[in-house]
């Protein structure tokens, strides 16, 4: 669907669903684009991106066996073809927020900060190298405190799969930050 009046002749209940599902959703699409954009207008512009692929097509959304699952990888792709438009890195002002996810995962599997020395950029480039599903848990878990079940939905995944995967993202980080630590299963 590409118009307005193809819009308007949607049965009325995928237009009603389509406003609750996004406004329930949106939430964590502006705050997961903010954390790759780190400027209001492209995460704005992502938003509005997001929004408008999944009104094109809704009836065809709502007929994918997981309807989060696949608004995840929608908003995904927006956010992405806006972070490729700017062809930047974060400003400094941004990057201790990738230090406050990191150290509410501090307290639950022991990564050290201490040799970071508040090099937050050594931090963000560290999260940057994780593969995309951990980033995505990392991300989501700390950044968003999200719970592992709404993770597993919007991932389209079981909830062990959402909890080992932040685990690995965990130890992958502990590694590459160069911390000797142990791995302590997370609630």
């Not at 819009?7 to 406004?23: K, Q």
């Not at 995904?76 to 996810?101: M, N």
Request: net charge positive.
């Amino acid at each position: 669907m590409t118009s307005d009046d193809e819009w308007a002749a949607v049965r009325p209940t995928h237009r009603l669903s389509y406003r609750p599902f996004c406004e329930r959703h949106e939430k964590a699409w502006r705050a997961v684009a903010r954390a790759r954009l780190h400027d209001p207008e492209l995460v704005e512009q992502a938003v509005r991106g997001i929004r408008r692929e999944l009104r094109q097509n809704w009836v065809g959304v709502l007929s994918q066996p997981d309807v989060e699952a696949h608004a995840w990888m929608i908003a995904k792709r927006c956010i992405a073809d806006r972070e490729l438009s700017t062809g930047q890195t974060p400003p400094r002002a941004v990057l201790p927020d990738w230090a406050v996810a990191i150290r509410r995962a501090h307290a639950q599997a022991r990564i050290s900060l201490e040799n970071l020395d508040n090099d937050y950029e050594a931090l963000y480039k560290a999260i940057l190298r994780l593969p995309e599903r951990q980033y995505d848990m990392i991300v989501l878990r700390y950044m968003l405190e999200i719970d592992y079940p709404l993770i597993a939905t919007y991932l389209g995944i079981t909830e062990t799969n959402a909890r080992t995967t932040t685990s690995q993202g965990l130890a992958r980080l502990r590694r590459l930050l160069g911390a000797e630590t142990t791995t302590e299963d997370m609630k």
